[in-house]
């Protein structure tokens, strides 16, 4: 870690209770700063016997509307990335001339070593999962944090000059970034997600444009050539250029005659066969090119890289596979919460396909994917929050083949009862999981526990 005495004595504002709060707390408590902090959770809400921060010599408050944040002269704030810049709090912090970054610029300012940058709307954690595979199958010292498994903040104090950080960084933690400038930007593709926090497509583009507005010529950026929002970044990038593509030769990784190409110095080099990913669908393929075009500029090697793609199994609760269970197919893929993943996901498979969809509301237009789903004959099993505003879009398709569940278990049930030998039982809801659990990680849980009690019940 750098720069570790740079906070010593401070006074800072740490605002969010979750897991990136307490990771940015304790860290900048361990190097000797004051630390309070905000939550706008009730404070009659919080478990304490169950609670980090019960033992935290931290002052916590809950109500800011008798706080004046100039009062305590604040040196620092630091944001978590689940609250957003318009909340009134934050408003009130930052009008009072305190300097105010997320805990991602916290990390990286930390951050000792170079590191990769992976946002986009879709792919992040499997292309940033791809990548550390390889990194560390290479031998290579890498440290995978970010928007996936641990914030930076919990980890940075383990990195060194040999590190590479593999950070996957979503668009909210781009909101409250300044000086992070990785080595290498990649971005996989942008569609409409996360509209209800930031308004504007066009803002959420510019957000996605800021992992390189640091970069230098010395860095590169990594551009899904497919994909007409991130090729426009072209324009945008101080640093060079590396393009993937599944579709067409381009000076980077793409996708040819089935197998995953490197063209580099106009010398072209096979890397795998697609029937050798162990990963189904071609934006698994993309996940890969993408994970190419990184894994050579780092300067492994060709045997090294197509060693790493051909031993990786993927991420939990991403297209996995739970279990066969009389001839059927189960496949986890509880973190399809928008529907340009579940597009992505039926797309995969060439078998027959019940879908389980549904979830808690987001601004999403569903018609994109009934047309998919009336296109390709799939069986729409329908529950949750959505499920009249799905239901909607699939009747207007014309599409009245859907079942009604009361809820996931009832959805399970109904798809065993239906499906028979060589279908495929698909959990990809196309929407958040906040109407009935913590999070899609919970979700994909439950998913995995009703299935293993299925395949017992049928042994
Ligand atoms: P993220 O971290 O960006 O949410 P993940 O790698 O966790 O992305 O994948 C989330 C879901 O998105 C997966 O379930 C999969 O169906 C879909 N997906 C994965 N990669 C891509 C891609 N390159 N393009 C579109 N959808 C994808």
């Known amino acids: 870690m750098r720069n570790s005495d740079l906070y010593q004595n401070m006074k800072i504002l740490v605002m969010g209770m979750g897991k990136s709060g307490l990771s940015a707390a304790k860290l900048l408590l361990s190097l000797g700063a004051m630390v309070d902090v905000y939550d706008d959770i009730k404070k009659k809400d919080m478990d304490w016997s169950a609670s980090p921060w019960q033992d935290m010599p931290v002052n916590i408050f809950f109500d800011y509307h008798f706080f004046d944040p100039s009062l305590h002269q604040y040196d620092l704030a630091v944001i978590s990335p689940g609250i957003a810049l318009d909340n009134a709090f934050v408003q009130i912090v930052m009008d009072s001339g305190v300097e105010l970054i997320g805990e991602m610029e916290l990390g990286t300012r930390l951050f000792e070593g170079k590191f990769i940058a992976i946002t986009g709307t879709n792919g992040k954690s499997t292309t940033s999962s791809l990548i550390h595979h390889i990194l560390v199958e290479s031998g290579q010292e890498s440290l995978l944090a970010g928007n996936i498994g641990e914030p930076l903040t919990a980890v940075v104090e383990k990195s060194t000059k040999k590190t590479i950080g593999v950070l996957e960084v979503s668009s909210y933690q781009l909101e409250t970034i300044q000086s992070f400038h990785p080595h290498i930007a990649l971005i996989t593709n942008i569609s409409n997600d996360h509209l209800a926090r930031h308004k504007t497509m066009e803002y959420y583009c510019a957000l996605k444009a800021k992992v390189f507005c640091n970069q230098d010529g010395r860095d590169y950026v990594i551009l899904n050539a497919e994909d007409e929002r991130v090729l426009h970044f072209q324009n945008l990038a101080p640093s060079q250029i590396r393009y993937f593509s599944t579709r067409k030769p381009v000076s980077g990784a793409y996708f040819q005659d089935q197998v995953l190409k490197l063209k580099k110095h106009d010398h072209t080099y096979e890397i795998v066969n697609r029937n050798e990913l162990l990963l189904p669908g071609l934006h698994n393929v993309e996940n890969a090119l993408g994970a190419i075009c990184v894994c050579d500029i780092l300067g492994l090697s060709i045997a090294q890289i197509r060693n790493g793609i051909m031993s990786f199994h993927g991420v939990e609760h991403r297209q996995e596979i739970v279990e066969t269970i009389a001839g059927v197919t189960w496949i986890n893929d509880s973190k399809a919460t928008n529907t340009d993943s579940t597009i992505m996901a039926l797309n995969s498979y060439d078998k027959p396909i019940y879908v389980l969809l549904g979830g808690s509301p987001k601004k999403t237009d569903y018609s994109l994917l009934a047309k998919k789903i009336v296109h390709q004959g799939v069986i729409a099993i329908v529950y949750g929050q959505t499920q009249k505003e799905i239901v909607q879009a699939l009747e207007d398709e014309g599409y009245l083949e859907y079942r009604l569940a009361k809820d996931l278990f009832h959805a399970c049930e109904l798809a065993k009862q ?42």
């Open 418 to 459: 239906q499906a028979q030998v060589g279908d495929i039982v698909l959990l990809s809801p196309a929407c958040p999981s906040f109407d009935s659990f913590q999070n899609f990680e919970h979700r994909g849980q439950v998913f995995k526990e009703i299935v293993h009690a299925i395949g017992k019940r049928e042994k």
